[in-house]
């Protein structure tokens, strides 16, 4: 079945070090992207990749990064200048990225830091 | 960026039809307007979405006002799986295929 797996789906890190989340997609989507998830909050845009080789930030990039090298993967970095990474972050891929299209979101990675 | 109000939270009892209300005064005549709910601990998922005419699934239907400033999720029958928090969504062209989240609402189904 065609889907979104992100890994690890719990993520323990401690101050300083740099991780690096999984998002892996095999529904030909030309279209991802990185959500970050705070507590009794709504979603909230990180990056997002309309096409390989090609991304753009979203409204709180600052201490992440991403690569897109394959269309099936885009995977998410929390760097160390990311001040308060402890969230539920959520990876979602779209056929296109035109308002006629809905999301597939992953199951996401609870990162913690410790 | 247009908005959406929706109520912050809302009460069903199981098997009886729930109406989920949704206010975007500020629609663009070009935003769709797409539903999302999302179980705790788990990543949102699509319910439906649609631009003027009312529309239907195996989910839910989706009245949209003649104006469309604002739309109405029907759950036709409630079920304990349908408790979630539901968010009502506007989506342009011009936005690169971003979701913009608000708050959404909270569904609780009494058994």
């Known amino acids: 079945d065609g889907g979104i797996t992100q890994s690890p789906k719990y993520l323990f890190r401690k101050e300083g070090q740099n991780v690096t989340l999984s998002c892996e997609q095999n529904l030909n989507h030309d279209a991802m992207y990185w959500y970050r998830q705070d507590p009794g909050q709504g979603l909230r845009l990180i990056y997002y990749?309309?096409?390989?080789?090609?991304?753009q930030k979203g409204d709180i990039a600052e201490g992440y990064s991403v690569s897109r090298e394959k269309k099936e993967s885009f995977p998410l970095t929390v760097t160390s200048a990311q001040k308060n990474p402890t969230a539920f972050y959520l990876c979602?891929?779209?056929?296109?990225?035109?308002?006629?299209?809905?999301?597939?979101f992953g199951s996401g990675t609870r990162l913690t830091v410790v | 960026d247009a908005k959406t109000t929706q109520p912050n939270s809302m009460e069903s009892n199981e098997e009886e039809p729930v109406h989920l209300p949704c206010n975007h005064s500020t629609i663009s005549g070009t935003d769709y307007i797409h539903w999302y709910r999302q179980l705790p601990s788990q990543g949102p998922e699509y319910v439906i979405h649609?631009?003027?005419s009312n529309v239907n699934n195996r989910m839910a239907s989706l009245a949209i006002a003649e104006d469309r400033k604002s739309s109405t999720l029907i759950l036709h029958r409630a079920t304990l799986r349908d408790a979630a928090v539901y968010y009502c969504?506007?989506?342009?062209?011009?936005?690169?295929?971003?979701?913009?989240f608000g708050q959404g609402t909270e569904l609780s189904v009494k058994p």
């Open positions: 649609g631009l003027t």
């Open positions: 969504i506007l989506r342009s062209s011009n936005q690169g295929g971003k979701l913009i």
């Open positions: 990749s309309q096409i390989v080789n090609d991304f």
């Open positions: 979602a891929s779209m056929l296109y990225s035109g308002p006629n299209y809905g999301y597939t």
